[in-house]
């Protein structure tokens, strides 16, 4: 497996993984599937940016990814990002969310990022975990902020300071 930058023909799997683990579950508050046409349209934003998009190729076949963008459009918070991961269900457990986010935050540090928040539904411990085992602190939770599949949902912020906490994430 490697670990490289998103291209275009990657856009169905793209679509594909976030349809199925985050638009599907709690994961992500989308409430309707994305299109290729949408996740071409985030990875052309991303690109546009100079954010990166990561994938698992394992074999030509992308298992999972790994993303940042911006945390809030206001110039103040232009040294923090606001990522996504994703590896796909059969996939999980083989540390491949580790691989991608060691690139990750390897990249925002070599962009002299200072801060990456993980914005993380309140009832996925699992995620919570993986993201503190990186090194990422919960520092709030905000009570019933969204609402997906008829019912409220609290979501946590994690944050990992980038320039303080030189993590080295291993399997």
């Given at each position: 497996?490697?670990?490289?930058a998103?291209?275009?023909?990657?856009?169905?799997?793209?679509?594909?993984?976030?349809?199925?683990?985050?638009?599907?579950?709690?994961?992500?508050?989308?409430?309707?599937?994305?299109?290729?046409?949408?996740?071409?349209?985030?990875?052309?934003?991303?690109?546009?940016?100079?954010?990166?998009?990561?994938?698992?190729?394992?074999?030509?076949?992308?298992?999972?990814?790994?993303?940042?963008?911006?945390?809030?459009?206001?110039?103040?918070?232009?040294?923090?990002?606001?990522?996504?991961?994703?590896?796909?269900?059969?996939?999980?457990?083989?540390?491949?969310?580790?691989?991608?986010m060691?690139?990750?935050?390897?990249?925002?540090?070599?962009?002299?990022?200072?801060?990456?928040v993980?914005?993380?539904?309140?009832?996925?411990?699992?995620?919570?975990?993986?993201?503190?085992?990186?090194?990422?602190?919960?520092?709030?939770?905000?009570?019933?902020?969204?609402?997906?599949?008829?019912?409220?949902?609290?979501?946590?912020?994690?944050?990992?300071?980038?320039?303080?906490?030189?993590?080295?994430?291993?399997?």
């Open positions: 497996m490697i670990i490289r998103a291209r275009a023909d990657d856009v169905n799997a793209l679509t594909s993984l976030y349809n199925d683990l985050g638009v599907a579950t709690t994961a992500s508050y989308d409430l309707h599937p994305v299109t290729a046409d949408d996740r071409r349209a985030w990875l052309d934003d991303h690109a546009a940016h100079g954010w990166p998009v990561l994938v698992a190729d394992d074999g030509g076949q992308v298992v999972g990814y790994a993303a940042y963008g911006a945390f809030r459009p206001k110039a103040g918070y232009g040294f923090t990002v606001e990522h996504t991961v994703y590896v796909a269900a059969a996939r999980q457990g083989e540390h491949i969310g580790t691989a991608l060691a690139e990750l935050m390897g990249v925002a540090r070599s962009h002299h990022l200072h801060a990456m993980g914005v993380v539904d309140a009832e996925n411990t699992a995620s919570a975990g993986f993201h503190e085992r990186l090194g990422f602190k919960v520092v709030g939770t905000l009570p019933q902020v969204g609402r997906k599949f008829g019912r409220w949902l609290d979501v946590e912020f994690l944050v990992l300071l980038l320039d303080e906490s030189p993590v080295t994430p291993t399997p």
